[in-house]
């Protein structure tokens, strides 16, 4: 999976992908789990997650592309690749792994095999991604900030201001490929990996 994740990158040619790769893998991004206790809450989880949700993106944009032609200007298939791959980089640096298995009288079961430390950038999700990509140098349109940043947005919206639900609503009616992404990561996360 680690092999067909980097080939798919690279298959964009994107300046900086290089460089994203090289860094995703520093910070145990291909080992790190996809959640702590919920979907893919195993080793190389988040590498299975991204991958899932590339595939879903790239089925649902054909279905799409057929339904309405027109689409295809603003769907490039490289475009769902790293909006789809690279959704979660936010992740890469936040699980850590607990150890279980030692018996503390009754309650040795209930502790989780990961737990979540933002501790070291902690700027939130979809921007995290966002600016952790821009740091690293990969040259990202519009569309592809815009999808990655708001990708959570079902999420994250009952806790914003009214002025970022504005800006979120302003994004969805200019990029299909936030809402393409955004459905994507539902359905992998929760039908395809549930
Ligand atoms: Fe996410
Ligand atoms: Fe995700």
């Given at each position: 999976m680690k092999q067909e994740f980097i080939d798919r990158l690279k298959s964009?040619?994107?300046?900086?992908i290089e460089s994203v790769i090289t860094e995703l893998d520093k910070l145990g991004f291909f080992l790190a789990p996809a959640s702590s206790r919920f979907?893919?809450?195993?080793?190389g989880g988040l590498l299975e997650h991204s991958l899932n949700v590339c595939n879903v993106a790239l089925d649902v944009r054909e279905v799409m592309i057929v339904r309405r032609p027109s689409l295809v200007d603003k769907l490039p298939i490289d475009s769902v690749i790293i909006a789809t791959l690279l959704?979660?980089?936010?992740?890469?640096?936040i699980y850590r792994t607990n150890i279980v298995g030692?018996?503390?009288?009754?309650?040795?079961?209930?502790?989780?095999k990961y737990s979540v430390d933002y501790?070291?950038?902690?700027?939130?999700?979809g921007e995290k991604s966002v600016i952790m990509l821009l740091k690293w140098g990969l040259k990202l349109t519009d569309d592809e900030i815009m999808a990655i940043r708001w990708h959570m947005h079902a999420w994250d919206l009952?806790?914003?201001s009214p002025d970022i639900k504005g800006n979120f609503q302003a994004a969805k009616a200019t990029c299909p490929l936030l809402s393409l992404i955004q459905a994507a990561d539902g359905l992998a996360s929760h039908i395809l990996e549930a």
């Open positions: 964009t040619s994107r300046e900086g979907h893919l809450n195993r080793e959704h979660d980089t936010c992740k890469a640096d030692s018996t503390i009288g009754k309650f040795s079961s209930a502790i989780p501790s070291n950038f902690p700027l939130g999700h009952p806790f914003q």
